[in-house]
């Protein structure tokens, strides 16, 4: 352990400047997230650069979303989940069509191959429900039809998410095997019904299970064991790991001791989350956006990935009335950490370069960052139209 | 964010172990922090290898014991402790003195050259303050004279190591200079003076502090910052970084949050703590230990360190009886983590080889482990004489 020091430095760097940027928004009045993001930027390889990406402050990152999705899948009653799940499934889907079409066609148009596409597209379909659960967290609105709507819709979302990018890997590799792409998907599939009917059935049986073992004061260290097994084991199979931290969330909420989880909970992701909001800040890659091209590209695809999100999302949303549909659009647009992970594999694969790359990082933050602002007025007027 | 599924399954088997081991040792009546530590030896590279000693393993482990001296920081009135400072100083330094004097002398009548001899001494002296605060927590003893004085001559012990090290390191590399080890030495001594006097006065002058920020919806956030900087700044200089998470705390206790301060780091320091003592099993290498002559000079080492720190410990704490003395005497004993980290600067400079290495981490863990089953006897033999 003798190479703390660097990281026990990064560490405070990036808390602190999370923590002055919350400060500095809260202040006047918005979202704290926005700040912490914008702390990450400053403290990151941007501007000062005291702040790096690496395997350390990944991984911070990544506890952090775990912890942010576990904590909401606590907090999230499945009952309530799944009366919403039609509508749901039709934000999912249309929510992934439409940018994915707009992301091709616009890769096409502009002389791209097949590959730079593929990757195109997919990052904007990805969606980062990280960022929006945390604000209608805060706001108290996870428990809202539009707040659940979207949250089913990310679980939709990311087993599509999984089909494009195989196929996106697979054309970057020269050949798509859809045998390979079906398993992928039925695998996928079948883990999320397993957990949530297997989970909340044991867990129904025997509401003291996460208290029963003597090593447990609480249940907070059997719910981070689900947790970390559940998030392992959906990143194995090709899930984003925060779904399985979200249904491990679900899972553990049936307890008796749902109570005392959040309350143990909380202080341990209060702690974690600033990592994973500097996280996404600190990617942001100045030098590479420093030309008119650049600026000009990154204006287009941000509007694209903008439009064709809330397009797609509000069309599925739409039975529930425009007021409702206009949440749920906007709340899926951030791609934050989902974006950036999938413009990394197109990097890492070839299909696209730095510039685009850097790009399209630029278009993950900038959704996530316009997105906050304006969540709590179209919650008020969803809210309006009753519940 | 892509290569997560690995460390979010390391993660999760270690965790898994060491609360198996927890709940094993504490169904049978034993310390469960032993159990924790064997779990990591199980999970780690040494059986079954799920888990590894890597850049992020270590990051947990080290934020791990970060958190535990910080929680036993905000539990210890300073107060309580300068009372102690007289018997803490000579615990300290005797405990120090005696057992390098006999792993220089044992290495030096081995054969082994000065370089060798230095590192050996330098790694018997080390304590690991971590193990038995944290047994002492458990056991609510963190607040008796004995705690106290085993938390005072920590301190004071790794001011000396800090000492002993960098003249072992010159040695190592071929000549020492004077002047470069005492302004370490005086760095240090600043370092915790200032952080103590400064530090109690703003806060008792504004003790509110920790919780002025708009951000710091309780006190968890600024302490986690206090304590992250003094963390890193501790070990810039050269000091444990332990040895500056402990002051945070100390320095944190004084504001008028301490109580919701307590209550907030305790979930997150729970979550923590695991990561470290499987991380302490996890270094164990069984097949370095596998011949008679290993064995052998494992046994003697073993012995050598438990008798030269528990003799030096005991003789500076004689003042206050033979029992309490006996009691810090054996609370000294564990090595942990701080014998395994002098143990590889040894070996990555060159000045032990890797099967000393083995046999010094082997006898780091053998008086970690040995020395919280005896420690609840003592304390109930030395609350006997009253406080």
Known sequence: MDG???ILLQLFAILVAAKIGHEVLRRLGQPPIVGEILGGVVAGPAVLGVYGVNAE???FAEIGVVL????????????????????ALAVGVLGVIVPFAGGFLAAELAGGDLA????????LTATSVGITSNVLRDLGALDSRGGRIILGAAIIDDVLAIMILSVATGVAAG???PASVASLVVVAVLFI???????????????????????????????MIVMLGLAALAAAIGLAA?????????VAAESSERDALQAEVAPVAAFFTPFFFGFIGAQVDLAGLASVEALGLLAGITLLAIASKFIGAFLGAIRGGVREASLVGWGMVPRGEVGIVVAGLGLASGAIDARIYSVVVGMAVITTLVVPPLLPRLIRQSAGRGD
């Not at 909340?200 to 509401?207: D, K, P, Q």
């Open 4 to 6: 703390a020091t660097d």
């Open 116 to 123: 730079l596409a593929m990757f195109l597209a997919a990052a």
């Open 68 to 87: 942010l999705l576990f904590q909401v899948g606590v907090e999230t009653r499945l009952h309530d989940l799944l009366r919403v799940g039609p509508t």
């Open 193 to 223: 019904v397993v957990v949530v009917v297997g989970g909340t059935r044991i867990l129904r049986r025997r509401r003291s299970l996460l208290t029963d073992p003597v090593f447990a004061d609480g249940p907070l260290l059997p719910g």
């Open 175 to 177: 050949g798509v095997d």
């Open 242 to 250: 925060i779904i399985g931290a979200f249904l491990a969330g679900l």
């Open 57 to 59: 402050t990944t991984l």
